[in-house]
């Protein structure tokens, strides 16, 4: 295959591994019995590989133009592995997905690799971590589709972040001179507008402002998307993404109340998927941030508020908007380029970033072995000692929260406080 040189986003992504930073991302998936052997995985994924090319390149990066290259020499056996676990108990995952997840992958390899482990009480858990420069969280569920769901399952799309609306004036940034001075003025209106909510700074210190290391740890939650749905729906029209950031905000003051005190307001960055039905690009997506009030102790109270803040960036295509300012900055200085990119990346503009993918719609299998649960664990930034990933799956959202144990520890009380959060919202509705 043709060498095929990494986008703009690839390269940003790329940039922001470093020494105390890895650059991947990684899937947990639980499968119950009848769990298949890691012969049987190889053969299956290997056999299938075909159909997703980036999985079979390598990334080459000489005189600072990275492309993706074709590995002819692909050895399926370094990227399915046993861990030789074979006696896991329900808390010894998360222990075993943070070590992991702290290993880098080998960058002379295409840079994937399944990590397979076995519970005691039967079922495996296959532990993906995926370049995040090859992959966002939505080209890595397309992946799961190609090579891991047994064929035919899993290809309608489920509920997931807000996908954006079809290009057209709302999203553009330097809109063509209208000869209404009026018209001229609500176009300026709205460009303001958008600069004072994406461009904001918190007047509130971030939590989780600190200087990252290289260790990790990780805990999962598990809600159900069905009654989750219908509950915000019911309280004001909000949608399921509306109700993830409720319930995490509601873990959140649950856990800061025990660790820091209260904090009245805090700024989430949430991804928004840029993907086009059918595109091929690893990753194509961009955000909005939103003042969040985690001192409200009322999931209903909080979930209006958020579904007011929510609609207002998704009626002025802010993500969209964003993504072109980026592009036509980008085009005229990269050390502008380069500025905005800190500035948009502090814990000033952000606390913390929640993004929530869809997963597969229906159950689905691998091998026969149901799909149990599916959970997604997201790099921590510079400066962001926290970050919360949200996947659907199995009829269930799978929360997955990643920190610097330095900086956030007991992930396991913002877990649990989630979930709670959740069924209280559930309540509610």
Do not use: Y
């Amino acid at each position: 295959m043709e060498p095929i040189p990494l986008s703009e986003e690839d390269r940003a992504i790329l940039a922001l591994e470093g020494p105390t930073i890895v650059g991947h991302t990684c899937k947990v998936i639980r499968l119950a019995e009848p769990a298949p052997s890691l012969q049987a995985l190889r053969a299956h994924i290997g056999s299938r590989l075909g159909g997703e090319p980036l999985l079979r390149t390598r990334l080459e990066d000489r005189g600072g133009a990275p492309r993706w290259i074709g590995d002819p020499g692909l050895e399926i056996a370094n990227h399915v592995v046993d861990t030789g676990r074979r006696d896991l108990d329900e808390a010894d995952l998360e222990p075993l997905v943070a070590q992991l997840f702290e290993r880098r992958l080998d960058r002379d390899l295409p840079l994937w690799r399944i990590d397979v482990a076995h519970f005691r009480r039967g079922g495996v858990a296959l532990i993906w971590r995926i370049h995040h420069a090859l992959a966002d969280g939505t080209t890595a569920m397309r992946f799961a589709r190609s090579i891991l769901w047994d064929k035919g399952e899993g290809a309608a799309r489920g509920v997931g972040p807000p996908q954006p609306q079809p290009p057209g004036p709302p999203g553009r940034v330097d809109p063509a001179p209208s000869p209404s001075r009026q018209d001229d003025d609500r176009r300026r209106g709205h460009l303001a507008a958008f600069l004072a909510r994406e461009f904001a700074d918190s007047i509130h210190d971030s939590p989780f402002d600190g200087e990252v290391g290289r260790r990790r740890t990780v805990a999962f939650a598990a809600v159900p998307l069905g009654p989750l749905h219908d509950a915000a729906k019911r309280i004001c029209g909000a949608t399921v993404n509306d109700a993830v950031l409720s319930v995490v905000a509601g873990g959140l003051r649950r856990w800061l109340e025990s660790h820091h005190g209260s904090l009245s307001a805090m700024r989430f960055r949430v991804p928004v998927s840029l993907h086009n039905e059918g595109d091929q690009a690893g990753n194509r997506d961009s955000f909005f941030t939103l003042p969040v009030h985690v001192s409200d102790p009322d999931p209903a109270s909080r979930l209006r508020a958020i579904q007011a803040e929510a609609s207002e960036r998704k009626a002025g295509h802010d993500a969209e908007r964003l993504s072109s300012l980026s592009d036509s900055i980008g085009s005229l200085s990269p050390r502008l380029a380069g500025l905005a990119r800190r500035l948009q990346d502090s814990p000033r503009s952000f606390a913390i970033c929640v993004s929530n993918v869809p997963g597969p719609p229906k159950p689905v299998t691998v091998l026969g072995a149901p799909v149990q649960s599916l959970h997604s664990i997201a790099e921590i930034g510079g400066r962001h000692g926290l970050r919360v990933t949200v996947v659907s799956g199995a009829g269930r959202l799978g929360f997955g929260f990643c920190a610097d144990p330095a900086i956030a520890e007991d992930l396991s009380e913002m877990a649990a406080g989630t979930e709670a959060e959740a069924a209280a919202l559930i309540a509610a509705g």
